[in-house]
């Protein structure tokens, strides 16, 4: 299936950036976290890229992607996929990328 899907930025993500901005908030970088109670892959796609958007929008790195559901107690009866999201700090994430291939 082709993806041509346009992910139109407008005042409705806003409310992504404000939830990266938070997690960055509270966690700081290098955290996992979850994005759970997804039920189906269109959605879970869709949230991954928002993340990975909101991220760049705060200069923030986002290392994002979703996989399926192996049975949760937090995503309700319907959970299907998660979305796995951990942020990087740019300069961190460059560092840690110079450092491993700079080794090899
Ligand atoms: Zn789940």
Excluded at 3 to 27: K, M, T
Excluded at 35 to 42: A, F
Aim: hydrophobic fraction near 30%.
């Amino acid at each position: 299936m082709p993806s041509q899907v346009r992910i139109i930025s407008g005042p409705r993500d806003q409310s992504w950036d404000r939830y990266v901005a938070r997690l960055v908030q509270e966690r700081g970088f290098g955290h996992e976290r979850h994005y759970v109670g997804i039920t189906d892959e269109k959605r879970a796609e869709e949230v991954r890229r928002k993340l990975r958007t909101a991220g760049r929008h705060h200069g923030v790195s986002i290392k994002a992607f979703w996989l399926p559901c192996k049975g949760c107690e937090h995503g309700g009866p319907d959970c299907a996929y998660h979305v796995s999201y951990t942020a990087y700090d740019l300069a961190s994430a460059r560092a840690y990328k110079n450092q491993q291939t700079g080794r090899r």
